[in-house]
């Protein structure tokens, strides 16, 4: 019987808290505001930096508000095959179970041990529900597959 497959996407946080997506809109507007009135206030080079920064600050808080593009999106996807998971500005990285001779599971670091390389997955962004889910899906494949677990 094949299960399905493990999806846990990093915008899941913002589905369940509405107070969280108006805070990052009202911080995005401020620092987009504030960048506005630095560079009106264009008198050094400083205020130029400041305002740079809070435009740069404020365009990241709308992105997590609004929701981020499709290209940095941020995921971990796990079935009976594979695991394949995608950092915010870093390419697609994917461990096909057949290859894996160990797991080490760590609080907020999951390492895959595969042939003489080790892939490590950097789970410490999400919450303590995601987390319970991902290790708990990861070590039910590894013992379906007789898969070490340190």
Not at 37 to 57: C, S, W
Not at 100 to 125: C, Y
Request: with cysteine; charged share 25%; aromatic share 12%.
């Amino acid at each position: 019987m094949k299960e399905e497959p493990l999806v846990v996407d990093s915008s899941e946080y913002l589905k369940k808290s509405k107070k969280l997506k108006v805070l990052y809109i009202i911080l995005g507007s401020t620092f987009i505001i504030l960048s506005i009135v630095f560079f009106i206030l264009n008198d050094n080079i400083l205020n130029y930096l400041l305002a740079g920064l809070y435009l740069i600050t404020g365009i990241l808080n709308l992105f997590l508000a609004l929701g981020m593009p499709e290209k940095y999106k941020q995921y971990i996807r796990i079935d009976e095959i594979q695991i394949v998971w995608k950092f915010m500005f870093s390419k697609e990285k994917c461990v096909q179970w057949e290859h894996v001779n160990s797991i080490n599971l760590k609080p907020t670091l999951i390492e895959f041990k595969v042939d003489n390389n080790s892939h490590d997955l950097n789970i410490g962004n999400y919450g303590y529900e995601s987390v319970r889910k991902i290790k708990d899906k990861i070590i039910d494949i590894a013992k379906s597959k007789n898969i070490n677990i340190v």
